[in-house]
Nanobody
């Protein structure tokens, strides 16, 4: 079992900041990868950032590189997404997911989605 719970979404103005949290509330084994995705109505879900839980190695989509930072607090089984310099196009429902196994390519193979947390950025 792996249960992920997202929190921290809300409203912000362009140029503002938000911090999202993804907590592993239930698990038998910590997944090697945790990632953040976002989705807007009628669009495909896109990967935003991921982290290797063993080494805290980050990986970012080009659209957020330099603005977002993914990190983890191992003691609290939580992965964070610090979002800075927000743009209206960053708006959407943000989900976190886990991936078991290795040799991940990009953002493929993630699952165990939480309920999501809404982010709205106004101009």
């Amino acid at each position: 079992v792996l249960q992920l719970v997202e929190s921290g979404g809300g409203s912000a103005q362009a140029g503002g900041s938000l911090r999202l949290s993804c907590t592993m509330s239930q698990y038998n084994k910590i997944p090697p990868y945790i990632a953040w995705f976002r989705q807007t109505p009628g669009a495909e879900r896109e990967g935003v950032a991921r982290i290797t839980t063993r080494y805290s190695t980050p990986y970012y989509a080009s659209s957020v590189s330099g603005r977002f930072t993914i990190s983890q607090d191992s003691a609290n089984n939580t992965v964070y997404l610090e979002m800075n310099s927000l743009k209206p196009e960053d708006s959407g429902m943000y989900y976190c997911g886990g991936r078991f196994g290795n040799q991940v390519i990009g953002f493929g193979g993630f699952g165990y989605w939480g309920q999501g947390t809404q982010v709205t950025v106004s101009s």
